[in-house]
């Protein structure tokens, strides 16, 4: 690196936007190699039984770093701020709210996004956890220029990353992040130099990733065992998949695909206790519940789960 390039690095005025855990890697990226001249981000969340307030994973990192924090309820009313700073260039990872049309125009180079999934696929806000529960068997990192709409921006760069049988939301939500800081540093020159790439996205391929929602969590014995065993997955670890049994709810968090069939049985009825936990019938086969945690109870493996109430729970149907 010259000494002309380290005088734009530091001239640079670098704005980021972030929330959540998926964002510090790339955050702590852009610091190590940029300066970064203000963050902003969620304001802080009262959480638990004693009420205890939770700063964004963005926050404790950049006060680490005494980095200027903007916390705004609304953006779209609250934008003023960050035009203030004259930022040269905006990034965005995770951040939560929709930016308004004033702020994507004020940086001299625009608006960037680090979005997990290959856009335009799999645009919103869960495209790790949809992934996985839509049985995907790869996704990436995308940068891109914000827009007005939804993901719909221009792409930059994209890398492709695969996804494994083994992957849950938990393992791939960390390989995108990491993949994500590591893209952004190496796409950040062209786009400073205004070398960069700039692709339209195919609106008419685009699908959608929204946010999980709570009726999004209950398992669905009546599709396949396939299926059911991507939704486990894909919503391992937070915030899980659940299922109703003796009117009390239970998370999921681990299962296999059994090889047995029971077509006399009706689905979601518990059919067999195997080694490794409950079996349960799906629309095509049975799927083994293998990690669960009980209402109130801390998660478990299914076997210690299953002390002392195996021959109870067989015939049971669950919902």
Request: glycine share 6%; proline share 5%; aromatic share 6%.
């Amino acid at each position: 690196m010259n000494i002309e390039d380290v005088e734009v690095k530091k001239e640079l005025k670098i704005v980021f936007m972030g929330t959540p855990e998926f964002s510090v890697p790339v955050l702590e990226a852009l610091i190590k190699n940029y300066k970064v001249k203000a963050v902003v981000t969620q304001p802080d969340k009262v959480s638990g039984r004693d009420y205890k307030i939770t700063k964004p994973p963005v926050k404790i990192l950049a006060e680490k770093h005494d980095i200027l924090v903007i916390q705004l309820n609304k953006i779209k009313e609250e934008y003023q701020e960050i035009i203030d700073l004259d930022p040269d260039l905006i990034i965005t990872c995770a951040y939560g709210q929709i930016l308004p049309e004033e702020l994507l125009n004020a940086p001299r180079l625009g608006c960037i996004n680090v979005h997990a999934s290959l856009l335009p696929k799999l645009r919103g806000g869960a495209p790790i956890h949809r992934a996985i529960m839509n049985g995907f068997t790869k996704t990436g990192i995308t940068i891109m220029y914000m827009a007005k709409g939804m993901d719909d921006g221009d792409i930059i760069k994209q890398r492709e990353i695969e996804i494994l049988k083994t992957d849950t939301a938990s393992t791939l939500h960390d390989k995108l992040s990491k993949l994500g800081s590591e893209l952004l540093i190496e796409t950040l020159p062209s786009i400073i130099e205004g070398t960069n790439e700039r692709i339209p996205q195919d609106s008419s391929s685009a699908t959608f990733a929204p946010t999980i929602k709570p009726e999004d969590e209950k398992i669905d014995f009546s599709k396949t065992s396939q299926e059911v065993y991507n939704k486990i997955r894909g919503l391992n670890s937070f915030p899980g998949a659940y299922l109703m049994l003796d009117g009390k709810r239970i998370k999921v968090f681990e299962s296999i695909i059994a090889d047995d069939y029971y077509p006399e049985k009706l689905n979601g009825e518990i059919v067999k206790i195997y080694n490794e936990g409950i079996g349960v019938k799906t629309s095509n086969g049975v799927i083994v519940l293998t990690v669960v945690q009980p209402e109130g109870k801390s998660k478990m493996n299914a076997k210690n789960f299953l002390n002392g109430i195996k021959n109870s729970l067989v015939g049971k149907i669950v919902d």
